[in-house]
């Protein structure tokens, strides 16, 4: 746990709390998006010996490849030995502040259920305090989330459980291109309505079906809200946006934002996001109806790929004759 001296804390509340979020990244933090920041805002007079709250994130193990994982650019590069050896270590020092905890949280950066040591801790947690003060949340793609897997940690059942599901679309074509798998999203279907029988059960005593909005997914928003909601029986709808992370291919990243104002499919996705599900208290934009920080693709390149964005204007500049005669010929054609 880090702490922080009373006038580091002091200026720290200033600046960020509840006063100047100017350097903040609007897109990144869904409380800025929908003006909700004040609602989340805690203080703290004392650091307490022990944590309460613990975040379990740190076990960089997926079995997907999603093309908007803004998560994995940032993967150690050790080999997975290497990194494993540092997990194990994690887990045994966990161990003495586990009674202490009363709301833990997993996972975010990785995939849940591939993650052995996350789920080694999430089944020996046996809080000191009592069942109702006690909470767990979980985010997963889905994909491993069945009846086996589940009975790795069924002991979280018995607090206040929280669970998020992540899907890229309910089309399999488009499910397989954005997740980066073969896997069918029959099979998360499937594993969708066993979570749906413990939400029935008050197992699970929130479920949130997520999904990352962008270019390749946005107009299959609306039915995928409705059936989240209908077919899933969904808490929550949330609706992620893309955010541009630097996958390398920048020409792809810029295309996928269709929220920036110069986009070419800015308008049909405005206009989608008009239908009626979305005003769905269910449903959570945190995109918050704004034009993503996006710039236009040449000021884009300029900023991330200077060689890239040559390349582009001497292309642009190349063949802007052509398209200038070809203007002026469906002119006098009357087309």
């Not at 580091?8 to 600046?15: P, S, T, Y």
């Not at 300029?302 to 004759?321: G, I, N, S, T, Y």
């Amino acid at each position: 746990m880090t702490s922080i001296t009373a006038k580091k804390r002091k200026v720290f509340i200033q600046n960020w709390g509840g006063g100047d979020y100017s350097d903040c990244l609007i897109d990144a933090c869904p409380y800025l998006s929908m003006g909700t920041i004040n609602d989340h805002l805690i203080e703290i007079d004392d650091i307490p010996e022990y944590p309460s709250s613990l975040y379990l994130a740190h076990e960089e193990i997926c079995n997907y490849t999603c093309t908007f994982c803004t998560s994995r650019v940032t993967w150690k590069k050790e080999p997975l030995e290497v990194r494993q050896a540092g997990y194990e270590a994690i887990t045994e020092k966990l161990r003495p502040v586990l009674p202490h905890i009363k709301r833990i949280s997993a996972h975010g950066r990785g995939e849940l259920f591939t993650a052995k040591g996350i789920l080694k801790t999430l089944s020996e947690w046996k809080p000191l305090a009592s069942a109702e003060e006690c909470s767990a949340s979980l985010e997963t793609n889905g994909s491993l989330f069945d009846a086996e897997h589940w009975k790795q940690i069924e002991n979280l059942g018995q607090y206040n459980l929280r669970v998020a599901i992540t899907v890229t679309s309910f089309d399999d074509y488009t499910y397989k291109l954005l997740s980066g798998t073969t896997l069918s999203v029959q099979q998360v279907i499937d594993n969708l309505h066993f979570v749906k029988s413990l939400r029935e059960k008050g197992i699970i005593n929130h479920l949130e079906i997520a999904s990352v909005v962008q270019e390749r997914n946005f107009w299959q928003m609306p039915d995928f809200a409705r059936r989240c909601i209908e077919e899933f029986g969904a808490d929550t709808v949330r609706l992620r946006p893309y955010l541009v992370h630097g996958s390398g291919d920048f020409i792809r990243d810029w295309f996928t934002d269709m929220r920036s104002a110069t986009h070419p499919y800015r308008e049909e996705y405005r206009q989608i996001m008009q239908d009626p599900i979305f005003q769905n208290p269910k449903v959570l934009d945190w995109g918050g109806g704004r034009d993503s920080q996006t710039t236009d693709l040449l000021t884009f390149l300029m900023q991330h790929d200077r060689k890239k964005a040559v390349k582009f204007a001497l292309k642009e500049l190349a063949e802007w004759p052509f398209r200038k005669v070809k203007r002026a010929a469906k002119k006098l054609l009357g087309r």
